[in-house]
């Protein structure tokens, strides 16, 4: 029996992976100053805010708010009208020494016999519908918004591009589990508002919503869709124009 399968992607500028990139800067800097270095790091971003908390046993002192002003920079967020800005955001850092008694079931005198810590357990599958084993609805939903970052980064195209946005891809299954077609590619950007309302009213405002909705719908199309489809060996921009 045929069926549909959907992947779900955001962007480097979403919330989750903005906190995210911002824990993983924190524990790279510390293994880089000191490999015997233990951290477990929590990052909660907010409007202007970035919070951080958490345990560190190191012999390494770093400066914090320059690595999270860093991260964020490097992702995009370095204008004021975003409400969130690499150099203005308020950080507050909440990370301490590590807890005694998790330090006592973790170190010990032989480095084959240490303990993990506080660590949860994953689980998860490799296909072969992929080079790097995802199934494709997801590296197709990657792609897509590596390629937008690519985009936004280059300010030649799409300039009205701002960091958080997300992508879906719905595949197309036969019954015998393999994949088809793309059923159905969704994107969506925050965007600066590059249309202004003739005025107050609301069918104004209406109205330059939608002109917005539609630029950005045919820049997908003709700009961020053909790059994409060309990372998958297609290179034509009509083919991936009429495939979008």
Request: proline content about 3%; overall charge negative.
């Amino acid at each position: 029996m045929s069926y549909l399968f959907t992947s779900e992607s955001v962007s480097e500028g979403h919330p989750d992976k903005v906190a995210d990139q911002i824990s993983d800067a924190i524990i790279d800097h510390f293994l880089a100053f000191d490999p015997d270095s233990k951290v477990a790091c929590e990052t909660l971003v907010t409007s202007g805010q970035v919070v951080l908390a958490g345990e560190v046993k190191s012999k390494a002192y770093l400066d914090l708010q320059k690595i999270v002003r860093n991260v964020i920079d490097q992702i995009g967020y370095n204008k004021s009208e975003y409400q969130f800005d690499a150099k203005s955001c308020g950080i507050l850092s909440a990370i301490h020494e590590q807890s005694s008694d998790i330090r006592m079931g973790v170190e010990r005198e032989s480095p084959d016999e240490q303990g993990a810590g506080d660590q949860g357990m994953m689980f998860g599958y490799a296909t072969n519908e992929t080079k790097n084993y995802m199934p494709v609805s997801l590296d197709v939903s990657h792609k897509i918004l590596q390629i937008l970052a690519a985009i936004r980064k280059e300010g030649k195209e799409m300039t009205y591009l701002r960091p958080d946005s997300k992508s879906q891809v719905t595949i197309m299954y036969d019954d015998d589990g393999r994949p088809q077609s793309i059923q159905t590619i969704v994107v969506s950007t925050q965007h600066d508002e590059f249309v202004k309302a003739a005025d107050d009213s609301e069918e104004a405002s209406k109205s330059a919503q939608k002109k917005m909705q539609q630029k950005i719908a045919d820049d997908i199309k003709s700009i961020l869709m053909p790059r994409v489809m060309a990372e998958f060996g297609v290179s034509s921009k009509e083919n991936a124009a009429k495939n979008s």
